[in-house]
């Protein structure tokens, strides 16, 4: 679908700047037909800067830079999807996003999950949980548990349970995040070593 820059009175067009990794939002710009084919071009994201009345790159005098991945235009053709991967912060202030957040890979309840372990853990004595008591154990305990799931998993994936087998695995899955932090660790490690293997 061709993009409608006539929609605006200026020839300008909302583009919603997105990390093509985490799918963390860093930023909103205007573009024009000029700066729009610019991005392509360079692959650098341009946009037109309502303030200084030009094109301007970002990153042009900070270094930080956002390599363009991919654009996607909308049902209405006048707002961009641009997919990056950014070159440092994207903020003027510092910050990875406009909206001060920080650019982590986020997994929906799973990384919910991780911070209600981490949580209990470092509120051991407040609260007298099952992840608190694990903690307490030591290692070798979370690591038995997380063993001791694994057969399960095993055993009932060679049953026709379907609901054993998605509980156990669902056991499996929770022990192993107690196990990768009692270690140090988050999911997100876990994946940057799949990615790079995957390269």
């Known amino acids: 679908m061709e993009i409608d820059f ?102 929906g309840f799973i990384s919910k999950l991780e911070e209600t372990i981490k949580s209990r853990r470092e509120n051991a004595d407040s609260q007298k949980s099952y992840v608190a008591s694990l903690f307490e154990k030591g290692i070798n305990k979370i690591a038995q548990k997380v063993g001791e799931e694994a057969v399960e998993v095993v055993i009932e994936a060679k049953d026709n349970n379907d609901h054993l087998f998605l509980d156990e695995s669902a056991d499996l899955l929770f022990h192993y995040l107690i196990l990768l932090q009692a270690k140090g660790f988050q999911l997100n490690d876990v994946v940057k070593v799949l990615k790079g293997r995957h390269k």
Not at 6 to 24: F, R, Y
Not at 51 to 78: H, P, Y
Not at 88 to 98: A, K, L, M, Q, R
């Open 6 to 107: 006539s929609k605006s009175a200026h020839g300008l067009i909302p583009a919603i700047i997105q990390d093509s990794e985490t799918k963390t939002v860093l930023m909103l710009g205007y573009m024009n037909a000029e700066s729009y084919q610019k991005t392509l071009d360079t692959k650098k994201v341009t946009f037109y800067s309502r303030s200084k009345q030009r094109l301007w790159t970002k990153g042009e005098e900070s270094g930080n830079f956002l390599n363009l991945v991919s654009i996607k235009n909308d049902c209405d053709a006048d707002t961009l999807l641009i997919q990056v991967k950014p070159q440092g912060p994207t903020c003027h202030t510092g910050s990875d996003t406009c909206w001060q957040e920080t650019n982590n890979q986020e997994y």
